[in-house]
Nanobody, 124 residues
Framework: QVLLVESGGGLVQAGDSLRLSCAASGRTFSSYAMAWFRQAPGTEREFVARISRNGITSSYGDSVKGRFTISRDNAKNTVYLQMNSLKPEDTAVYYC?????????????????WGQGTQVTVSS
């Protein structure tokens, strides 16, 4: 069992930056690839970013490429999402997720553990 707790969300203005954190407890954090997803009201959960177990490889959704950066600190059991140049369309609940499979995927159903989410609101 892995418990994930997100933090760092809030209300910001367009163009601002925000850093989300996801603290993990339970089984060995470094055994899991980690990802961020987001979901706005009335929409499907959208892939944002994924980072490999050792932090070397990462991938991003097209809508956030060049603006968001995912990173992890295995010593602190934490994954981060640095969000720059935020836009109103980035408004959503952001979730972190853990995947024990080494195969990179953007499919939410492949992730075994999820946090409760943190709200990010970007005003124009």
């Amino acid at each position: 069992q892995v418990l994930l707790v997100e933090s760092g969300g809030g209300l910001v203005q367009a163009g601002d930056s925000l850093r989300l954190s996801c603290a993990a407890s339970g089984r060995t954090f470094s055994s899991y690839a980690m990802a961020w997803f987001r979901q706005a009201p009335g929409t499907e959960r959208e892939f944002v970013a994924r980072i490999s177990r050792n932090g070397i490889t990462s991938s991003y959704g097209d809508s956030v490429k060049g603006r968001f950066t995912i990173s992890r600190d295995n010593a602190k059991n934490t994954v981060y999402l640095q969000m720059n140049s935020l836009k109103p369309e980035d408004t959503a609940v952001y979730y972190c997720a853990a995947d024990s499979s080494p195969a990179a995927t953007k499919y939410a159903g492949a992730y075994e553990y999820w946090g409760q989410g943190t709200q990010v609101t970007v005003s124009s």
